[in-house]
């Protein structure tokens, strides 16, 4: 099986840097992907790692060490617009299903 | 290029009744996942769907069945609904036969279908 941890919220200041952590423990593994999903909207696709180490996109960045079975994202310049859930989630080795945790509910403030 | 769209976007039903949940796949895109999101939690995988056969089931029972047309559109059928079956229903495609420039295959998603049993 397998069992993913995210915190459930996070508050965070226009303009400042956060770190959303996960934390995975999986019968296998076949990349780590990372969705935001605004409220009564569509999950969105922004980023995928899978190989140890950072990926680096604009203002998102994300990480992941299959040892230790840990990924972060990474927001940087925090606008008011990324107050979202993040969604992590790992991609079975079949590929055909994502497991994903329950969402990381970022609240962005002025 | 076209998006992931699902119909109806809500709809509300009576405990024991069936439903019909549909879905057009982002152009290009042949194999269709269903995911059920409860309130506060992340989406669940329900089935996938590639070449119009079901090819992955996670841990929902058989009341929920798919199918998968000739043009990659898809529909989630669930019987005897029950109260619990509340939740966002959402559909997602991706290319089976392309990983894309990193190899991510990743799902694209629709904005969902709101259940609400009652």
């Known amino acids: 099986g397998q069992n993913i941890d995210q915190p459930t919220e996070m508050t965070a200041t226009e303009g400042a840097i956060v770190q959303i952590n996960c934390t995975y423990q999986t019968s296998g593994f076949n990349g780590l992907f990372w969705y935001q999903q605004h409220a009564g909207e569509a999950p969105t696709f922004l980023s995928y790692?899978?190989?140890?180490g950072l990926e680096e996109k604009g203002r998102f960045s994300s990480f992941l060490s299959r040892s230790k079975g840990y990924s972060y994202l990474l927001l940087k310049e925090l606008q008011m617009k990324d107050s979202a859930s993040y969604l992590c989630?790992?991609?079975?080795?079949?590929?055909?299903?994502?497991?994903f945790g329950s969402g990381t509910q970022l609240t962005v403030l002025p | 290029e076209t998006g992931v769209t699902q119909s109806p976007t809500h709809l509300i039903k009576t405990r024991g009744q069936q439903v019909t949940l549909r879905c057009s796949s982002q152009s290009g895109h042949n194999t269709v996942s269903w995911y059920q999101q409860a309130l506060g939690q992340g989406p669940q995988f329900i089935f996938q769907y590639y070449r119009e056969e079901e090819n992955g089931r996670g841990n929902f029972p058989p009341r929920f069945s798919g199918l998968q047309f000739p043009n990659y559109s898809s529909e989630l059928n669930v019987n005897a609904l029950e109260l619990d079956d509340s939740a966002l229903y959402l559909c997602?495609?991706?290319?089976?036969?392309?990983?894309?420039?990193?190899?991510?295959?990743?799902?694209?998603f629709g904005a969902g279908s709101r259940l609400t049993v009652l």
């Open positions: 997602a495609s991706r290319d089976n036969g392309r990983g894309g420039e990193s190899g991510a295959n990743v799902l694209t």
């Open positions: 989630a790992v991609r079975a080795p079949s590929a055909r299903q994502l497991t």
């Open positions: 790692n899978v190989l140890d």
